[in-house]
């Protein structure tokens, strides 16, 4: 029997020893190759034919052409997984965030940021295998304007009750579901509270744009905010978000703690106390991601009367945590993305 075909990785960076450091971090893993390295796009274009790699990791700050407008030619004319790799600044972060939106499957600190050389190592690969098991799309059209979306008036004019909490987790591909699922959410709705797995300094950034696509308020969590309607509220990177009552209803803790399922923040650590506070005033969604991380809390909220939702297979980038989540039998309804948000208004209208 042959072996298993390995994870087939090109290194863009314009910095030798970024180049180094990171196909040293996936050079211990048996099931992942670099097969090269490219220090500008124009030789990254070159050897993304030349040598049909599996994978892309892309520095956002290059000369000669920044990685943004270099994916954006990836994605248009040779579509492929890409992982951006950004430094921490403002604008750097921002335009992070602004590859995901243009096709970009996940972001990573820069090397030297927040992570060890251990965990640098576990936490690269894991996204290399996420990237690798993406459904890329072509790149058709820009990504969508920061403005406000319209809401029809019958959504505008609901009354739903406002002592439901919805709570969302996503990983790989989920910062633009989330995105699509709420522009389509009504600013009457009831308080959101939203995990996505993202580096610490990122999430800013990626709430920020939120706040502005959607007709609610999006911002970053701090510990103690209040989870109110027209509000979703977004776990930091590198730290775990719960739900907690507060008087007649709910705010947020927002702490450190030990990895679940290999993340902070967890799906599990949002959904598990969403189940202990909210119970059946609370209505679960689950979206794409590779792993786990999500399905045992999404159990525990059903198992306390919660409404479940999860994205379909045939619109996930990785359909790993929903598959987990309905293989548990924590999901009650599965749905396509674009139906994400009717459902979860259907179901706030039911409660």
């Known amino acids: 029997m042959s072996a298993a075909r390995k994870i087939r990785v090109l290194v863009v960076d314009d910095s030798a020893i970024v180049r180094k450091?990171?196909?040293?971090?996936?050079?211990?893993?048996?099931?992942?190759?670099?097969?090269?390295?490219?220090?500008?796009?124009?030789?990254?274009?070159?050897?993304?034919?030349?040598?049909?790699?599996?994978?892309?990791?892309?520095?956002?700050?290059?000369?000669?052409?920044?990685?943004?407008?270099?994916?954006?030619?990836?994605?248009?004319?040779?579509?492929l997984p890409v992982i951006v790799?950004?430094?921490?600044?403002?604008?750097?972060?921002r335009a992070a965030i602004e590859a995901l939106a243009n096709g970009a499957v996940d972001v990573l600190c820069k090397p030297g940021g927040p992570y060890s050389v251990g965990e640098l190592s576990r936490i690269l690969a894991d996204k290399v295998r996420a990237a690798a098991a993406a459904r890329i799309k072509k790149l058709t059209a820009a990504a969508p304007p920061a403005a406000s979306r319209v809401l029809p008036p019958s959504q505008e004019?609901?009354?739903?009750?406002?002592?439901?909490?919805?709570?969302?987790?996503a990983s790989t591909g989920g910062t633009e579901?989330?995105?699509?699922?709420?522009?389509?959410?009504?600013?009457?709705?009831?308080?959101?509270?939203?995990?996505?797995?993202?580096?610490?300094?990122?999430?800013l950034a990626f709430a920020n744009r939120l706040n502005q696509l959607c007709a609610i308020e999006v911002r970053e969590a701090v510990d103690g905010d209040e989870v109110r309607p027209g509000l979703a509220l977004i776990a930091p990177g590198n730290f775990h978000m719960l739900l907690r009552r507060s008087g007649y209803g709910y705010s947020v803790a927002v702490k450190t703690g030990p990895r679940v399922c290999y993340q902070r923040p967890s799906v599990d650590v949002l959904f598990t106390s969403v189940a202990e506070v909210a119970g059946a005033d609370s209505i679960g969604v689950i979206l794409t991601g590779m792993g786990s991380d999500g399905a045992e809390g999404l159990l525990r909220m059903k198992g306390a009367g919660a409404y479940t939702i999860a994205q379909d297979e045939a619109s996930c980038v990785v359909f790993g945590m929903p598959r987990e989540a309905i293989r548990n039998g924590s999901v009650q309804e599965v749905v396509p993305l674009p139906h994400v948000a009717g459902s979860i208004l259907r179901a706030l209208n039911r409660a």
Do not use: C, W
């Open 21 to 79: 450091v990171l196909s040293e971090a996936l050079t211990n893993h048996a099931d992942i190759e670099v097969v090269g390295t490219a220090p500008d796009p124009y030789i990254a274009r070159d050897k993304i034919l030349a040598l049909a790699p599996d994978v892309v990791t892309l520095d956002i700050e290059m000369p000669r052409m920044d990685g943004l407008t270099f994916l954006k030619k990836i994605m248009r004319h040779h579509p």
């Open 85 to 93: 790799i950004s430094s921490l600044g403002q604008a750097s972060s």
């Open 157 to 169: 004019d609901n009354a739903f009750r406002q002592s439901t909490v919805v709570a969302m987790g």
């Open 177 to 203: 579901a989330i995105a699509a699922v709420l522009r389509e959410i009504p600013p009457t709705a009831p308080g959101i509270v939203v995990t996505q797995h993202i580096p610490a300094g990122f999430s």
